[in-house]
């Protein structure tokens, strides 16, 4: 068990129960937790451990899900995928300790009592009525289909060890939580008398609702606290009992007064919190019914007071004293203002004032100007007259501080014209941005520039870009006046002159000129054997080999490009086919002409058996009709002539040897 203050006089107003015809009802002020349930604490999110023997007869499960009908768990939280994601989500107990423990039940699919506690009597005020109270949840999600799922419903009693019911309540049918409405536990409860000799009591929650589908729920924290007479107090008198606001480092004086109705010589005890941990102290001698308070250079927090009573025959049995509601007096630090310590505008613009941190403000400054907003418009145009010393007072909770900015109106800026710029491809050019009451430049893209920065970079793009210039003032950030240009990157052109080409003597081709890039002119030299030197595609019908080369010339000065291609021209072969080598001097030899183009060439003759006769790589010199040396005999044989170049068919054919 863990025990910890309350003020269960609130929780008195709140509570609907149903009793028994012989039950007491609270009419007064309630006391301290005689008894308190709070299922522990870890250290971290998990399970805990089991309750003691004889608390349930529900089996243990240590799971954060709960087990089947008839178990229970001691856990800190529930998963979002628990039952199929038809539980809730929890994450903390119901005081808000996300490590702290409660109950979770997955209730047994018959009524029954699923919980029983012993109380000692000896801890109880006899003869004196209690209030009983458990933080309940119905685990299950409102959704469409759980609509018809069973409720949780409990019946709690209060019995004698002897056997006496001294109190029966029961919560009804408890709700599920609506979605998107806070996961929080409802207390449920009621009153009872306890006996008059101290005898020890019997808690008893009692399952109303069957199980199966439906039926889970989350309990927390139970307890027993005494009630008694009605205690009023308050500042004065007992009907002030508002809540009193002041600010660190006031000195502050109050009486405190009380009332009741009902105990004769009361033992009074005044108490007071000061909500640095210690929680609720009795004040030393504070034993009468009124307390003088004095508060002397006080610093922020919240000090609160109460009053606790004892019949006189009751003095030494603190179980049975009951509390007032408390007094506060908070005591509040001056507001954190955030306020600028400079304001800037640009002439003609709009002059705001900004200010943060209270609930409420009162602004001051030149022209008779006053506001109460927290970012007032001063004017929306401004001017010099606007210069000046402004202060605002910020209030919170009738504690003030009070801050001031200086307010500076700045000529506008304004910027030139840019005139649009036309570069060769690799080459750079400033800008020129010129502008008035400018304090920073700021070019867009920075991509290319020198830097982006300053009033006059230098350009260097490798593609047309537009440029873009912002500038503005230190005193108008809000100010952005542009400017832009283009340049225009005239890229450089690239000849192609195409592929090289072999012809023969006597043939014609076009050539396949291409330019990429921007160019002014194109042509080609030499001009000779070419139907248009100024076209890319021109007719050449060179009698030679040749090379051509293409000229491009770039618009504005920016440069020549050029390309060659080589026209190989094959000499055609002039081929007797008929020779007379008898030494007479008159076509004695077997002449082909043009064959020294070729100096590769492969020269073969055949018999007309299909031998070798004569055979000569190049054609140093011309053939006299003699084999090994000796003449041939006259007739008709057959050459085949390979000319040893890409593209070009052998050549065959016969030729005569006469005498």
């Excluded at 009361?266 to 210690?278: A, C, L, V």
């Excluded at 034993?287 to 508060?295: F, G, H, I, Q, Y």
């Excluded at 060439?601 to 140093?620: E, K, Q, T």
Aim: proline share 6%; glycine share 10%; net charge negative.
């Amino acid at each position: 068990m863990r025990f910890f203050y309350r003020f269960f006089w609130i929780l008195f107003f709140a509570v609907t129960v149903n009793f028994k015809a012989d039950a007491q009802t609270c009419t007064g002020s309630l006391g301290e937790p005689a008894i308190k349930e709070t299922f522990g604490a870890g250290k971290t999110y998990g399970v805990g451990i089991s309750l003691p023997s004889g608390e349930t007869n529900l089996q243990y499960v240590a799971d954060e899900c709960g087990g089947q009908d008839d178990t229970y768990a001691i856990t800190t939280s529930t998963l979002s995928s628990c039952k199929g994601a038809t539980w809730q989500t929890i994450g903390q107990d119901h005081t808000g300790n996300r490590y702290g423990y409660f109950m979770l039940v997955n209730a047994s699919y018959a009524p029954s009592i699923f919980y029983t506690q012993k109380v000692d009597g000896s801890k109880l005020c006899p003869n004196t009525t209690y209030f009983f109270g458990a933080y309940i949840m119905n685990v299950l999600r409102d959704l469409s289909f759980t609509k018809n799922y069973v409720k949780p419903n409990i019946t709690f009693r209060i019995e004698s060890v002897s056997g006496n019911l001294l109190g029966s309540f029961n919560t009804g049918d408890i709700p599920s939580i609506k979605e998107n409405d806070p996961i929080v536990f409802t207390q449920y409860g009621g009153f009872f008398k306890s006996t008059a000799n101290g005898e020890d009591l019997i808690i008893k929650m009692v399952n109303n609702a069957p199980g199966g589908l439906g039926n889970d729920f989350a309990m927390d924290d139970i307890s027993f606290s005494p009630c008694g007479e009605l205690i009023q107090i308050g500042f004065g008198v007992p009907t002030d009992n508002a809540s009193k606001s002041a600010c660190v480092h006031d000195n502050l004086s109050y009486t405190l007064v009380s009332a009741q109705n009902g105990y004769s010589n009361p033992d009074y005890q005044w108490q007071q919190n000061f909500n640095d941990g210690k929680g609720w102290i009795n004040i030393a001698g504070a034993k009468a019914s009124t307390l003088p308070v004095s508060l002397q250079n006080t610093v922020a927090g919240s000090y609160q007071y109460r009053v606790g009573i004892l019949n006189q025959a009751q003095v030494g049995s603190e179980a049975c004293r009951i509390y007032s509601y408390p007094l506060t007096v908070n005591v509040y630090s001056p507001p954190a203002i955030t306020v600028a310590p400079t304001t800037s505008t640009c002439i003609g613009q709009p002059l705001y004032l900004s200010s943060t941190g209270g609930d409420s403000y009162l602004w001051t400054g030149p022209n008779n100007f006053t506001s109460t907003e927290s970012s007032p418009l001063v004017t929306n145009s401004a001017s010099t007259n606007n210069n000046g010393t402004y202060y605002v007072t910020v209030a919170n909770h009738g504690c003030s501080n009070l801050q001031q900015t200086q307010v500076s109106v700045f000529p506008a800026p304004s910027v030139s014209p840019l005139t649009d710029i036309t570069i060769c491809e690799g080459s750079s050019v400033q800008l020129n941005g010129n502008g008035t009451n400018v304090t920073h430049y700021k070019w867009s893209p920075a991509t290319g520039l020198s830097d982006a920065n300053v009033a006059n970079p230098t350009a260097s793009p490798s593609v047309t870009t537009t440029y873009i210039l912002s500038v503005n003032n230190d005193g108008c950030p809000e100010v952005a006046p542009t400017a832009s240009l283009t340049i225009t990157v005239l890229k450089k052109p690239v000849a192609d002159a195409g592929k090289s080409f072999k012809i023969f003597e006597g043939e014609s081709i076009r050539l396949q000129g291409k330019v990429t890039g921007t160019s002014s002119s194109t042509f080609w030299t030499p001009a000779s054997y070419l139907d248009n030197p100024n076209s890319l595609t021109p007719l050449a019908a060179p009698p030679g080999d040749l090379t051509y080369t293409l000229h491009a010339a770039a618009a504005m000065g920016c440069g020549e490009s050029t390309g060659t291609v080589f026209i190989r021209v094959y000499k055609k072969l002039g081929i007797p086919n008929t020779f007379t080598p008898n030494n007479d001097g008159i076509n004695d030899l077997w002449n082909i002409v043009n064959i020294d183009s070729y100096p590769l060439a492969d020269v073969n003759v055949y018999n007309r058996y299909g031998i070798l006769v004569f055979h000569s790589i190049g054609y140093p010199k011309a053939w006299n009709g003699t084999y090994n040396y000796a003449p041939l005999s006259i007739g008709t044989y057959y050459y085949m002539i390979d000319l040893k170049e890409d593209n070009l068919p052998k050549m065959s054919g016969w030729l005569l040897i006469a005498r």
